[in-house]
C-alpha cells in the first residue's frame, strides 16, 4: 500500500512537471488561437515572468494609441477639407488619445518561460465583444454631449454668438470621434451604426464657414500712429474669416480698437503701448473682447517718434494674441 502511494505521487509530480513544460500553443500561434475577428492580441517577450505580461499589455496600448491617433488625423482632415477650411484645422491635440482611456477588457494568460532562449512569453488579449458591451455607454455619452452643443448653437440669433457655439460642438464632437475611433478597433461592424453621426460632425466646418461669412465688420481704431495698428487689426480679422467693411451703416458688427500709450516720464518720454479690443453687434451685443499690452519700453524725446518706435510691437502682438484669440472664439 506505501509502495502504491509513493509511486503515484511520483507519477503525479512527473506528469506535471511535465505538462509545465509543454510550451502552450498561444507561445507560436496565437493569432490562430486568437483571432483577429474576434480578439486583439499582443504577445510579450522579456528576462522576467512580471516583465512580459507588462510589456503584452504595453503592445495593446501602444497598437491602440498608433491606431487611434492616425484614424482621427484622417478623419479630421477629411471633414475640413470637404469645407475649404482644411488650414485653419489643428488636427487633435499633441496629447495622446491613450492617455485619455484606460484600457480595459484586457486578460492575459499565464506568463510562459522558454528555457531554451531564457525568455519569459506572456499573452495579452481583449475580447472584442465584451470589450464593445463595456465601452458602448462611454460612446453614447460623447454622443449626447455633441448633439446637446449642436441643439444649443442652432438656437443662437446673433451670427457670431451661434458661430461660437458651433466651435463648442465641433470641440465636443472631436472628443466624440476619439471615442468612435476607439470603439472601432473594437468593433467596425457595430461602430458603423454611428456613420450618420460622423457625417452631422464633418457638417460643422461647414456652418462655422457659412456663419463667418454672413458677417461683415467695421473697424474703428482710436489712437493709431500712421495705421499700424488699424492695418494689423484688418488683416487678422479678415485672416480669420470676418470681412471688413468700409461703411459703418452697412456691418453687422463693430470692431472698437481703443490703444493706451501708458506714457511715462518727459525729455525724454516713454511709452508701454497696450490695446483694449472688442467686437459688438449692431444691436449692442458683445461677442468678442481682447486685451494685448506690449511690455518692452520705448523711449523717445517726441511721442510721435516713441510711437514709431513701439507701435510696430504692438501690430506684432495683435498678429499673433488677437489673432488666436479670434481663431479660439470663432474659427476651428
Known amino acids: 500500500m506505501k509502495k502504491t502511494i509513493i509511486l503515484t505521487t511520483l507519477i503525479v509530480f512527473s506528469f506535471l512537471a511535465f505538462a509545465k513544460n509543454i510550451t502552450p500553443d498561444w507561445v507560436a500561434n496565437y493569432r490562430t488561437l486568437y483571432p483577429d475577428s474576434e480578439y486583439i492580441a499582443q504577445r510579450g517577450r522579456a528576462d522576467t515572468e512580471e516583465t512580459s505580461k507588462t510589456e503584452a499589455i504595453a503592445q495593446i496600448s501602444r497598437y491602440f494609441q498608433t491606431t487611434v491617433n ?23 491635440n499633441e496629447v495622446d488619445v491613450m492617455s485619455q482611456v484606460s484600457l480595459f477588457a484586457v486578460e492575459c ?26 465601452y458602448q455607454p462611454v460612446v453614447e455619452g460623447a454622443k449626447t454631449e455633441f448633439y446637446k452643443l449642436c441643439r444649443n448653437a442652432e438656437k443662437e440669433e446673433d451670427t457670431l454668438t451661434k458661430c461660437t457655439a458651433y466651435v463648442k460642438a465641433w470641440n465636443s464632437g472631436k472628443k466624440f470621434l476619439e471615442k468612435l475611433e476607439y470603439a472601432r478597433l473594437l468593433s467596425s461592424k457595430k ?19 457659412e ?9 474703428e ?16 480679422i479678415s485672416k480669420n474669416g ?35 479690443f472688442t467686437i459688438t453687434s449692431n444691436k449692442g451685443k ?30 506684432e502682438k495683435i498678429t499673433t494674441e488677437v489673432s488666436d484669440r479670434l481663431n479660439e472664439k470663432f474659427g476651428l
Not at 477639407?81 to 487633435?92: L, P, T
Not at 461602430?191 to 464657414?209: C, F, K, N, T, V
Not at 456663419?211 to 473697424?219: H, P, T
Open 191 to 209: 461602430e458603423s451604426a454611428y456613420a450618420g453621426d460622423r457625417q452631422a460632425l464633418s457638417e460643422i466646418p461647414g456652418l462655422i464657414s
Open 242 to 276: 470676418l470681412a471688413v467693411s468700409k461703411n459703418k451703416a452697412g456691418a453687422n458688427y463693430i470692431a472698437s480698437a481703443i490703444i493706451d500709450d501708458n506714457e511715462q516720464g518727459n525729455d525724454p518720454l516713454s511709452i508701454y503701448p497696450s490695446l483694449d
Open 109 to 134: 494568460t499565464d506568463p510562459y518561460y522558454n528555457k531554451k532562449e531564457k525568455k519569459w512569453y506572456c499573452l495579452a488579449y481583449i475580447n472584442r465583444e465584451t470589450a464593445w458591451n463595456q
Open 286 to 315: 458683445a461677442v468678442f473682447a481682447s486685451q494685448t499690452a506690449v511690455t518692452t519700453k520705448s523711449v523717445a524725446y517726441s511721442l510721435a517718434n516713441a510711437q514709431k518706435k513701439a507701435y510696430p510691437l504692438l501690430a
Open 221 to 236: 481704431v482710436r489712437g493709431d500712429y500712421n495705421n499700424i495698428v488699424s492695418s494689423a487689426l484688418t488683416e487678422v
Open 70 to 92: 492616425a484614424n482621427l488625423q484622417t478623419s479630421i482632415q477629411s471633414f475640413s477639407n470637404g469645407n475649404e477650411v482644411s488650414e485653419k484645422v489643428e488636427v487633435i
Open 211 to 219: 456663419q463667418l461669412d454672413s458677417c461683415s465688420v467695421y473697424l
